[in-house]
């Protein structure tokens, strides 16, 4: 009974007998089994090999990927580190150009400001965009980061030093314009500051002012900014008329024969505020002119510039 025979037609018709043992199929199928399971092996090892083979190549396109923004990012890091360099250049140039400033108008640093980077401070070394960021971008990055800082800081002190300047320029512009600068009226200078012969005793006296002489009605004209303090008559001096410009400063001019301003008024340098005359004790049609520095007459001429 081990074996097994099967009858199998030939070509042209005539039954053959055919004999196989059992232990021949086991073999056969045993075969046929391993064949299969081979396969079968094969074909999941090819497919976890593609699947291993896609998921390498989307890797490579991410690492590709990632190198393209790394390298970008590190072009950026360069581009900020110039532009640091420049920035902190430009906060030096205009801390220059502030004392060049502060020279041409002949006004002192202020003394509670410290330096543009501090007490004594020197401007940071400029940052070296050329290193090699893959071993280097960490010690850039960790520079950049502190002089940004340190930029902050020295915009703060320009910004503050920017804030006094104007301040005070403007003090000094209110200054210069109530400064008396001109020339009160046209004419020809009769009698100057300082000791002199008086023309009605004969005596000597101290002249307080600066004597033009003019036709009556030649205008006169405020020599600087300031406010009317009075207008009228006043012995001697006849009609005169006294402008305060403040800081200490007093014009006064007298002799006139007509006001174009009333007390209170406010006037501008060169702006008409009376006409000349003759009024008070005078030998002839003039302008008496008088500036008056904390109470004390000084020099009219040293005011005029014109």
Request: positive net charge; aromatic residues 8%.
């Amino acid at each position: 009974m081990n074996k097994i025979t099967l009858l199998v037609l030939s070509s042209n018709g005539t039954p053959i007998r055919l004999t196989i043992s059992k232990f021949t199929i086991f073999l056969f199928c045993l075969i046929i089994s391993a064949c299969f399971t081979v396969l079968g092996i094969g074909a999941h090892d090819y497919y976890k090999l593609r699947i291993k083979g896609f998921y390498t190549q989307e890797l490579k396109n991410k690492i590709s990927s990632q190198d393209n923004l790394l390298a970008s990012q590190r072009k950026q890091i360069q581009s900020f580190s110039d532009k640091i360099n420049s920035l902190k250049s430009e906060i030096i140039a205009l801390n220059d150009f502030e004392k060049q400033i502060r020279i041409i108008a002949n006004l002192d640093h202020p003394e509670n400001q410290t330096g543009l980077f501090g007490v004594g401070g020197s401007s940071p070394a400029d940052l070296d965009s050329k290193l090699d960021l893959k071993e280097s971008h960490k010690s850039l990055i960790r520079e950049m980061h502190e002089q940004v800082g340190e930029l902050n800081s020295a915009a703060q002190v320009q910004k503050e030093g920017f804030k006094s300047l104007l301040h005070e320029l403007d003090e000094k512009k209110y200054l210069l314009a109530c400064t008396p600068a001109i020339k009160p009226a046209k004419g020809v200078y009769t009698s100057r500051f300082g000791r002199r012969k008086s023309p009605f005793t004969g005596l000597w006296e101290f002249h307080k002012g600066l004597d033009i002489a003019g036709p009556i009605g030649t205008p006169v004209i405020a020599a600087a900014a300031g406010s009317v303090t009075f207008a009228g008559s006043k012995g001697a001096y006849g009609k005169v008329m006294i402008i305060n410009h403040g800081h200490g400063l007093i014009t006064r001019y007298a002799h006139l024969s007509r006001f174009l301003k009333k007390p209170g008024e406010k006037v501008k340098r060169g702006e008409k505020i009376a006409l000349m005359g003759n009024t008070g004790r005078s030998t002839g049609p003039h302008l008496h002119y008088e500036v008056n520095l904390n109470g004390i007459p000084v020099d009219p001429k040293k005011y005029i510039l014109n």
